[in-house]
Nanobody
Framework: QVQLVESGGGLVQPGGSLRLSCTASGSIFSGYAMGWYRQAPGKQREFVADITSGGYTSYVDSVEGRFTISRDNAKNTVYLQMNSLKPEDTAVYYC???????WGQGTQVTVSS
């Protein structure tokens, strides 16, 4: 089992930016795809973005062009750069390790004026 620790959430005004980080324990990182998901109050958890071991990325339509997922295998870390944030981006964001099925504890992102 791999442990994932997220950070970088917070309160930001509409149009602002945040960068989330997720660091995985151990060396079981570089060969696996990683993803970001989010869950808003009263809604199901939804896919946001993922990145393969080779660096190929995919995004949900609602964040395409605003969010960027990236990874640093030397640091066992995956990032989610979020720009032009909207109130509807408010949610708890979770990191996911596709190989082991692990989830992080989540980090709250609130977009509000």
């Amino acid at each position: 089992q791999v442990q994932l620790v997220e950070s970088g959430g917070g309160l930001v005004q509409p149009g602002g930016s945040l960068r989330l980080s997720c660091t995985a324990s151990g060396s079981i990182f570089s060969g696996y795809a990683m993803g970001w998901y989010r869950q808003a109050p009263g809604k199901q958890r939804e896919f946001v973005a993922d990145i393969t071991s080779g660096g190929y990325t995919s995004y949900v339509d609602s964040v395409e062009g605003r969010f960027t997922i990236s990874r640093d295998n030397a640091k066992n870390t995956v990032y989610l750069q979020m720009n032009s944030l909207k109130p509807e981006d408010t949610a708890v964001y979770y990191c996911h390790h596709y190989g082991f099925g692990s989830w992080g504890q989540g980090t709250q992102v609130t977009v509000s004026s």
